[in-house]
Each structure stands twice: as C-alpha cells, then as structure tokens.
Nanobody
Framework: QVQLVESGGGLVQPGGSLRLSCAAS????????VDWYRQVPEKKRELVAT???????SYESFVKGRFTISRDNAKNTVYLQMNSLTPEDTAVYFCSPFSYPGIRGQGTQVTVSS
C-alpha cells in the first residue's frame, strides 16, 4: 500500500523557518521525481519545488533563495526547508511523487503570522 505522510508544519512568525518532511511507504522516493506543492482554500494548487531522482532541484520564483528541497534516501524521505517565511507562504503543503500522481497525503498546514 502506497502512503505519503507530510509533517513539520505549524505556526511561525514572519521571517521564521520550518522544515517539512514527506515520508513514504510502499514506494521508493529515491527512484522518483518528487514535487512539493501548496494550496490555499479556493485557489489552485501551485508547484513550489522539485527534486529529481538524480538530485537535480528546481524552484518556483516566489521561493527561490528561501526554500531548499532535499532528500534522505536511507529514510525514504524528501524535505522542504523553508526560511524567511512570509504570510503569503501560508498554505497546506503536500508532496507528490511523479510516478504516483494520484497518491496524496493529508498535507501539513503552514501558517505564517505575527
């Protein structure tokens, strides 16, 4: 059974940091391209960052220089380090392996507020 579990979200003040985790069971994230997305209610989800199986990373312009995507293959986990957070980063964040587009975890809520 394929399962994704996102964690690490929470309430943080503007300028703060969080590290999100995407842990998988039933699939090998190390063999796949993995995206982090975010979604705000009543808005379309937006891509945040991507990491390929070879470790190549890419970022949307609104997070470039602030967020870092990485992976720990031994733990079958992909991370999203988020620094210099702003209220505009408030959203539910979830990960998505390219080979399993229909699989989605519960996401993790990130709230940036003073």
């Amino acid at each position: 059974q394929v399962q994704l579990v996102e964690s690490g979200g929470g309430l943080v003040q503007p300028g703060g940091s969080l590290r999100l985790s995407c842990a998988a069971s039933g699939i090998h994230l190390s063999l796949d391209t993995v995206d982090w997305y975010r979604q705000v209610p009543e808005k379309k989800r937006e891509l945040v960052a991507t990491i390929t199986s070879s470790g190549h990373t890419s970022y949307e312009s609104f997070v470039k220089g602030r967020f870092t995507i990485s992976r720990d293959n031994a733990k079958n986990t992909v991370y999203l380090q988020m620094n210099s957070l702003t209220p505009e980063d408030t959203a539910v964040y979830f990960c998505s392996p390219f080979s399993y587009p229909g699989i989605r975890g519960q996401g993790t809520q990130v709230t940036v507020s003073s």
